[in-house]
């Protein structure tokens, strides 16, 4: 009995020891993942980018952008592992390739293997505890080309940051209230009429409510033609090139009538943004003139 008591004692003690041993070994967490970011830089220069982007760009180890973005924020990207082979990859996304034939069936197995390459590349970088951030132009949840990864990488519950749109950016320049006219309060922000839409220029136009068009390759002229079914010619109109650059931005106000007249398409760029309505002559004085 005596010696079955001294093994319990001796077996306490040994037990104290051993929980005082682990405790005071190091405690090593395992790396905890990383986090993706789906962020806007705003359009044109980088000054227009906000201070919250900024400070995710910083913490970002693993940056996916285009060529472009990498160009023009190279100072914030150094040092840091930079993708630009996956840029504008939301066509086909969700389709499979035996939904078509011929030259798309070809197109969508490529642009879902470029999807699949690029949803793997940020996984796997998460899971290696790394943050990872994928930038756009303007905000990137107006017509932005990357919103596609916001549902590839759900479970991941991803983080977005706003940037300032061509949008805003045009208002600037235009230095007009969007919102402000005699007739209307009220802007529809639409983009070239996409096959199978509903809400296209021409069925927008019948409101004759102040317009911010998205121009996105499309013709020049064939906006002009649409919304010339609705709006008279009278109508003002105003073409924003090169929002948010400083030293580039251009504005060309005319009228609907003599758009087509005044604005040689051929010498509009890709990055432009086209405004209707009569916001842009409206006077909070009646009494003052518009300068010219």
């Not at 008591?5 to 077996?11: Q, S």
């Not at 395992?30 to 980018?49: N, R, T």
């Not at 996105?216 to 919304?227: I, P, S, Y």
Request: glycine content about 6%.
């Amino acid at each position: 009995m005596g010696f079955c008591r001294r093994l319990c004692n001796l077996g306490s003690v040994l037990a104290v020891l051993l929980v005082g041993w682990y405790t005071a070994l190091p405690f090593v967490a395992a790396d905890p993942p990383g986090q993706y970011y789906l962020v806007g830089i705003g359009p044109g220069d980088p000054d227009l980018m906000t201070l919250r982007a900024v400070k995710v760009i910083e913490k970002c180890d693993v940056i996916f952008c285009s060529k472009s973005i990498q160009t023009k924020l190279a100072y914030y990207l150094k040092g840091k592992t930079v993708y630009t082979d996956y840029w504008r990859l939301f066509p086909y996304y969700g389709r499979k390739p035996d939904e078509f034939t011929g030259e798309a069936k070809r197109e969508c197995e490529e642009y879902n293997r470029k999807q699949n390459e690029c949803i793997q590349l940020i996984r796997q970088a998460i899971a290696n505890g790394k943050n990872v951030a994928m930038l756009d132009n303007g905000d990137p949840l107006v017509y932005g080309p990357c919103a596609w990864t916001l549902e590839a990488l759900e479970d991941l519950k991803p983080t977005v940051v706003p940037g300032v749109s061509s949008f805003n950016a045009a208002n600037a320049a235009l230095k007009r209230g969007v919102t402000t006219s005699d007739r209307t309060r009220s802007v529809i922000l639409a983009a070239a009429d996409f096959p199978g839409t509903e809400d296209t220029i021409e069925k927008l136009s019948v409101h004759q409510t102040t317009m911010a068009l998205f121009t996105m390759r499309a013709e020049f002229k064939d906006f002009v033609t649409k919304l010339s079914l609705k709006y008279p010619p009278s109508t003002p109109i105003a073409i924003v090139q090169y929002a948010g650059y400083a030293e580039r931005e251009k504005v060309t106000q005319t009228t609907l009538g003599n758009a087509l007249k005044d604005i040689d398409p051929k010498s509009l760029p890709f990055e432009y943004m086209i405004y209707v309505g009569d916001f842009l002559k409206h006077r909070y004085n009646k009494n003052t003139p518009a300068q010219k």
